[in-house]
């Protein structure tokens, strides 16, 4: 059955390349032209992928994702999970949704939703501040390429 193997990908790419930061994996789970939309930042292609990963992981110190819930339907999985890890030694659980495209057993599109308040909530306003710095160079990094 194709959308167990896609669920499969999907699962994989969050729990192993994604919270483990497994690069190894990730030309098994994603395509050449992959692109990752999480709210207004994209990534694009395998770069992408391993620079959103260094990022989460840079955030968070034991980082893991736990898919918890998944639906398929023709190219596309959803798949609902909870992030936990801990920023500056204070823990952080957060939940979310990944809906992903798959052509030929890969992903070739996420497009990931989490509540952003509660991120903030769990890492306290003070933290947020002292991570603001680097969240901005990233983005405008981005922005520059």
């Known amino acids: 059955m194709v959308e167990a193997d896609d669920r499969d990908v999907a699962r994989m790419a969050l729990e192993q390349v994604c919270a483990r930061g497994d690069m190894t994996l990730a030309p098994q789970c994603y395509a050449h032209d992959f692109v990752d939309h999480v709210g207004r930042i994209s ?10 990963t260094a990022l989460y992981r840079s955030l968070f110190d034991d980082l893991a994702f736990d898919v918890v819930d998944q639906v398929a339907e023709g190219d596309r999985v959803a798949s609902r999970w909870v992030l936990t890890g ?3 030694g204070r823990p952080v659980r957060l939940w979310g949704i990944t809906i992903s495209r798959l052509r030929g057993g890969r992903i070739v599109e996420d497009w990931s939703a989490f509540d952003g308040l509660e991120l903030l909530r769990a890492l306290g306003l003070w933290r947020t501040l002292l991570i603001a710095p680097g969240l901005l160079r990233a983005l405008l990094k981005r922005r520059a390429r």
């Open 43 to 52: 990534f694009r292609g395998l770069e992408g992928v391993q620079r959103s």
């Open 86 to 88: 801990a920023n500056r």
